[in-house]
Nanobody
């Protein structure tokens, strides 16, 4: 059974930092590309960052230079370090696991990030 435990969300002031974690179980973590998506009220879900099996990374233009995605295959965990947070980063952040060249795809339950003074 696939499970995700997402943590690290919360309320932070503009310019602050947060680190999101997504601990996965129930599948072979190292076989999957991992990603973080976000969805703000009234908006579509969008890609924030992804990291491949070989740890190649990809970022949305809006977060380049501020967010860093990483993975620890020994802990089956993917992280998103976020600095210089802005009010427009406010959203529910979701963890995604996708196995390349297959239809295998799993979503986390989401964690709220609110950037406000």
């Amino acid at each position: 059974q696939v499970q995700f435990v997402e943590s690290g969300g919360g309320l932070v002031q503009p310019g602050g930092s947060l680190r999101l974690s997504c601990a996965a179980s129930g599948f072979t973590f190292s076989d999957y590309t991992m990603g973080w998506y976000r969805q703000a009220p009234g908006n579509q879900r969008e890609l924030v960052a992804s990291i491949s099996r070989s740890s190649s990374t990809n970022y949305a233009d809006s977060v380049k230079g501020r967010f860093t995605i990483s993975r620890d295959n020994a802990k089956n965990t993917v992280y998103l370090q976020m600095i210089s947070l802005r009010p427009e980063d406010t959203a529910v952040y979701y963890c995604l696991a996708r196995k390349p060249f297959t239809r295998n795809e799993f979503w986390g339950q989401g964690t709220q990030v609110t950037v406000s003074s």
